[in-house]
């Protein structure tokens, strides 16, 4: 029987976790931030009785979700890559004076450290695991964190894509609100900051096509198509997003999560063209093997490719791959399938290794640098000191 599952595994982890049932004591100034909160969500066409409309597309799938999530727990260990991955330490000295130009550096997963006109942005900032403290040694990293968050000069503003956990990490979004750090979030976003004891003021949270200005860049909050929430109550209360960022050395598209839809057009016809998309990807579904991401709200590489030509980006950075396995695919799986789509499209891939730093005003050279690894001379938790010099 053919079984429609429209989660992800990250949600059910929440849930199993029994997370997000505990915050700290609520203040005057929250209070006061709820009540302008619920009255946008109120208001807001994406909210409806509460709770994000959603539009994920109908998938059907011969297994269970039971079925899933037991082959996902069974079968992960052929799935990871035999040794932890290398990785460029971040040179931080590098990093002391932000950048005019635009300059990346890619944390893991989907985490970015942006500099462009002298403003630096942090993005979806997860240095640990990707799931409820519960849960942790199940989704430990493939790679280490290429720096610690102490030692990342500090952003001018952190954007979120959304809730779930291997977006949005507790112990960094403290570590930086006590450094005064700026969050812009999707709308219902700060009430996780606030419980967490960020004070209501550092905190904006935006519905798609707002917009705020940080010195000379404009940061737009912009449609996605994925879920939300991190415990048994939260399910879909919280809006999710893409995020657009412009400025005059430069501009970039970031997906956060989403399923392909039409939203990426309209993204590309009233923000676009972007010199950068940053998109996520997953394995393609071939001849009828393997398992269809697009009720998670995810995409398979043919549908990144899409994204990004919709979204008019002169350049693809692949996310959301290789640092965790949240999906029944080989870790490498998504980007080999996108390096077949982007041949077939003539679309111009960067795929740096973690840690490493571009500076897109200069000629960006890219290689695939897992593809040249021999697994025999990777150690357990230790980068490729040689290899990594070289790709830096």
Known sequence: MNTVVKTSLVSVLGVLGLTGLVGNPV????????????????????????????????????????KVMWRFFTERSQLKPAQSLPYVAVDRQALAEASD?????????????????????????????????????LFERNVDAPIAREDLPLPDVILISHDHYDHLEESTARYFADQGVRFIVPLGVGR???????????????????HRQINSVTLTAAPANHNSGRGLFD?????????AIQADAGSVFFSGDSAYGEH?????????????????VAANVKQGEGYPVEGWGHMQAAHTMQAHLDVRAEKLFPVHWSTYELFLHRWDEPVND????????????????????????????????????QTSEVEDNHLLDEYAENQS
Not at 198 to 209: A, C, F, G, S, T
């Open 27 to 66: 203040s005057g100034a929250q209070v006061q931030s709820e009540d302008v909160r619920q009255q946008r969500i109120a208001e807001s066409p994406q909210f409806k009785d509460g709770k994000v409309i959603s539009n994920l597309v109908q998938v059907e799938s011969n297994e269970s979700m039971a």
């Open 101 to 137: 130009a635009l300059r990346v550096t890619w944390l893991g997963h989907s985490s970015l450290f942006i500099e462009v006109d002298q403003t630096r942005i942090l993005i979806d900032p997860v240095f640990g695991y990707a799931a409820p403290a519960a849960f942790s040694r």
């Open 192 to 210: 996780h900051l606030e419980g967490w004891g960020v004070d209501p003021e550092q905190i904006e949270e935006l519905d798609w096509w707002e």
């Open 235 to 243: 399910s879909n209360k919280t809006l999710w997003a893409s995020w």
């Open 264 to 280: 990426f057009k309209e993204i590309g016809e009233r923000l676009g063209p972007f010199d950068l998309s940053f998109i996520e």
């Open 338 to 373: 996108l390096i077949d789509e982007a041949n077939q499209w003539g679309a111009q891939l960067v795929t740096p290794m973690v840690g490493q730093t571009l500076d897109f005003s200069q000629a960006v050279t890219t290689n695939y640098w897992w593809q040249e690894l």
